[in-house]
């Protein structure tokens, strides 16, 4: 279970540094509607790669034991 809460955290982190990158180099005339847009689909793709990434390691290890 360890693994899968170190895998959830580490997407967690990687997206806020990705997030904050994207942001400063955001130019101030640019649609915030579409960065938030970006935003809301990278963080339902990394959400969804957490959890199958924590099926399958968990699969992965049941099956080994």
Known sequence: MG???LGGLVF???FTFFKISALRKTKSDQSWSKLTLVGVV???V?????????????TIYSMSH
């Open 12 to 14: 967690i982190v990687a």
């Open 46 to 58: 990394l959400v969804a790669g957490t959890l199958g990434t924590g099926i399958l390691f968990m």
């Open 3 to 5: 693994i899968f809460l």
């Open 42 to 44: 990278d963080y339902l």
